[in-house]
């Protein structure tokens, strides 16, 4: 390569010169890429080397460009317009601040080394005036404490000069792609009815809050601590976040905790050498290999063994993992979201949970609201999974969708299973019915046993309030005592007459009992007060007899 030394007032000449072409013609990927360097007096050009041009992505941003170096900040703006983009250059960190304050932009392009105010403090009052164009750092006197500070106002690439024209380019599309891809994740948020997709839903109050937070973390790199009961929605909250990212379109890699075996989550997480325990005939990538570019969404987090704990903290120290078995570190680029159902505050008092990765990883927390705390979003979610199950509904209203009788149940139950039992009784009953619109009796026995728990109640109360003597001018009649002998009842007593409304007595009883818990049949052996085991005994039997 051969490097010509030439003034910048030479500059548009020497490019046309290399450049047989006008110089306004084509895109930067057909023009020569040139190095800016931090001093105003030369430009090191290389040898131009010609490539093809980039087709139109439609990626028209609106800049704004702060550099106290006129000639830089002259060069690059032009070739900022040739791009197609709207550019609006100034000289100091305070001129870019009273053009903040009055219009909106896509992009900010900030030296770091300006007068008047600097690229950093600059970035700290644009975030607080509610800017939300994506930050590019440019500066020849980068140092790992600026880049840090930058990282945490969440800018989206730290470049040093030189750097090169198509370099530039190549972080404006790959930033109008992520736009893009956010505003249309916004737009989801904002009509959920349009399209059958899998997606946070609701308008309600609690949930705003959750799309303000989402909103606002999903551009960052932070790692996130998702909370909510089960069913509540957290993975959908997850992708929500990676959706709204910069890493929109890269893997996303849910992975349950709970559910893996403790003695391999840490090669599932890892991966794995080959011949590092039994088992292992080959090597194995780990999930968090699989998610590299993307995200990873640890849920039911607190399930981790404390070792495998440990290996996740130095991941979010230092983006290397070690596979088992392995000597050599891999870096892995990653961004965490952990959800869980316990409270790991609690787990840290116990010793059961880090307390380094529990400060670690609670970077952000995002409060996921039960069902039963929204119900004003009831409507909405009924409609939207009636029409997941049944995607040719012509109704548009979910009132339309159930009797009075049964849509009154279902706006009345408090659904300890959250919105994934919803989800469960709407196709219960659209499977069930075969008209509409849907009757109470085609809905789980749960709702219609919750209805009506008060007037059992309060006949029970009845039924065992003890007798008080019966007064009679002056005589008091003592309630007559019937003396039971068990033993003679139970001699007396005909199962055949019996058994099968005793039978259909217990099985309803599971069956409440699972739909409070939804589904989990652990909780509900708890609440019947049998083993885990006789719950399944029973279910098998029931499903015998009705085979």
């Not at 360097?37 to 030369?42: G, I, L």
């Not at 818990?517 to 006789?534: M, Q, R, V």
Request: hydrophobic share 40%.
């Amino acid at each position: 390569m051969v490097a010509i030394r030439l003034t910048l007032s030479t500059f548009h000449f020497a490019q046309v010169c290399f450049n047989p072409q006008p110089f306004s013609s084509g895109t930067a990927s057909n023009r020569p890429k040139l190095p800016l360097t931090d001093s105003a007096k030369t430009i090191i050009m290389p040898t131009p080397k010609y490539e093809p041009a980039i087709a139109d992505t439609n990626s028209t941003m609106r800049l704004l460009f702060a550099d106290d170096e006129r000639n830089i900040r002259s060069v690059l703006t032009e070739e900022l317009r040739h791009l197609g983009h709207s550019v609006i250059s100034c000289a100091d960190g305070a001129e870019a601040l009273q053009i903040l304050q009055k219009e909106a932009f896509d992009v900010l392009l900030l030296d770091l080394d300006m007068p008047k105010m600097d690229g950093l403090t600059l970035l700290e009052k644009a975030k607080a005036l509610g800017s939300t164009a994506d930050v590019v750092i440019l500066t020849g006197k980068g140092t790992l404490e600026a880049a840090q500070k930058a990282i945490h106002f969440g800018i989206t690439e730290f470049l040093t000069k030189p750097y090169t024209i198509a370099g530039l380019e190549s972080v404006l599309t790959r930033i109008a792609e992520n736009r893009s891809a956010h505003q249309k994740y916004r737009s989801m948020m904002t009509q959920p009815h349009q399209e059958g997709d899998r997606k946070l839903i609701g308008q309600s109050e609690a949930m705003q809050r959750v799309y303000r937070l989402i909103d606002r973390i999903a551009p960052t790199e932070s790692t996130v601590v998702i909370l909510g009961d089960t069913g509540t929605g957290k993975e959908l909250v997850a992708r929500a976040i990676h959706d709204g990212s910069q890493r929109a379109g890269k893997p996303f890699v849910a992975v349950n905790c709970g559910a893996l075996p403790e003695n391999l989550i840490e090669s599932e997480l890892f991966g794995h050498r080959k011949g590092s325990f039994t088992g292992a005939d080959a090597n194995r990538m780990g999930l968090f290999e699989v998610a590299n570019g993307g995200t990873l969404f640890l849920d039911e987090i607190g399930e981790l063994p404390k070792g495998v704990q440990a290996k996740l903290l130095r991941f979010l120290e230092s983006g290397e993992v070690r596979k088992v078995g392995g000597n050599e570190a891999t870096v892995c680029d990653v961004r965490v979201v952990c959800a869980t159902l316990q409270h790991l505050e609690t787990m840290v008092k116990t010793g059961s949970f880090r307390e380094d990765l529990w400060f670690r990883i609670n970077t952000f927390e995002i409060h996921l609201p039960p069902l039963k705390e929204r119900k004003e979003d009831l409507p909405d979610l009924i409609l939207v999974l009636a029409k997941r199950f049944r995607h040719d509904l012509p109704i548009a209203d979910a009132t339309g969708l159930f009797t009075p009788e049964a849509y009154r149940l279902l706006l009345q139950y408090d659904y300890p299973g959250n919105v994934r039992q919803l989800a469960n009784a709407i196709e219960h009953a659209l499977v069930l019915s075969d008209r509409f619109p849907i009757r109470a009796e085609d809905l789980p026995d749960g709702f219609r046993q919750e209805s009506s728990v008060a007037n059992h109640s309060l006949q029970w109360q009845k039924e065992e309030k003890p007798e008080r003597p019966i007064l009679h001018k002056d005589i008091v009649v003592e309630p007559v005592t019937l003396h039971r002998n068990p033993a003679q009842e139970l001699m007396s007593f005909d199962p055949s007459l019996e058994a099968a409304t005793l039978r259909d007595l217990e099985m309803k009883a599971i069956e409440s009992a699972l739909q409070r818990h939804g589904g989990n049949k652990s909780k509900a052996a708890e609440e019947l007060g049998i083993s885990l085991k006789t719950l399944y005994n029973k279910l098998n039997q029931s499903e015998k007899r009705t085979a």
